[in-house]
């Protein structure tokens, strides 16, 4: 149940909001915290060791993190919204509290069908049942049925359900950090995305923040598959 609301309802929502009030690049450089914090529980509540040099990492990602916006304050550029960055960081803990559960459910070794099926079936169930009361059924009579079935396979099937079970076998074999490191190349494909797909811009000062965050996540190599 905890692993359901943390990384199937409540990192999921505060991914929504943030990215309602905050650029791809800008919300994809703050979920690069999820790797240290993900650590940290992980080693408060598995006791699973730190990876080499995490302190260090986690510098260097904070430092990345920070820099994009201390130069758009200097340029008096937009900054991004209080909104978003605390929305991003309720996710942030969402899925990093998700990544300790789902370690400690794959070392329990129970079968898919509890752990991914039914958990991502109820997590289907109470968006639906929102996006009802939300928007009301009219609101999905005007969609497109191709449309639909569309969003159903790719997201559902592919996203939802695929990542759930990817992330189920990966657990089973390697601790939380080293899982979330290797999570970190999110951070390369959404901002070369958000540019190609989006045209969002791409600074100079942000390259270099993303380039200091993948230097702070690869100093976690140090971990040793379990």
């Not at 149940?1 to 999921?12: A, C, S, W």
Request: aromatic content about 8%.
């Amino acid at each position: 149940m905890l692993d359901t609301v943390l990384g199937l309802f409540l990192g999921p929502v505060a991914f929504y909001f943030a990215l309602d009030a905050l650029s791809v690049i800008s919300q994809t450089l703050l979920f690069a915290l999820v790797l240290p914090l993900s650590a940290l529980l992980a080693r408060r509540l598995l006791g699973e060791t730190l990876p080499r040099g995490f302190w260090l990492s986690f510098g260097l990602i904070v430092l990345g993190l920070l820099l994009p916006q201390l130069a758009m304050a200097r340029m008096d550029g937009p900054m991004d919204e209080v909104r978003g960055v605390i929305w991003a960081l309720v996710g942030v803990v969402a899925f990093a509290g998700a990544g300790v559960s789902g370690r400690a459910i794959a070392q329990r070794g129970w079968p898919a069908a509890l752990t991914v099926g039914l958990t991502t079936t109820v997590s289907a169930l109470v968006f639906g049942a929102l996006a009802l009361i939300l928007f009301g059924p009219s609101h999905f009579h005007l969609l497109s049925a191709a449309w639909v079935v569309g969003v159903i396979v790719i997201y559902g099937i592919g996203l939802s359900l695929g990542s759930e079970l990817a992330l189920r076998q990966a657990y089973r074999h390697w601790s939380v950090a080293q899982v979330s490191l290797w999570g970190s190349l999110t951070i390369v494909v959404a901002v070369i995305s958000a540019a190609l797909v989006l045209g969002e811009a791409i600074h100079p000062v942000t390259v270099v923040g993303l380039l200091l965050v993948l230097l702070g996540t690869r100093m976690g190599t140090g971990v040793r598959p379990a």
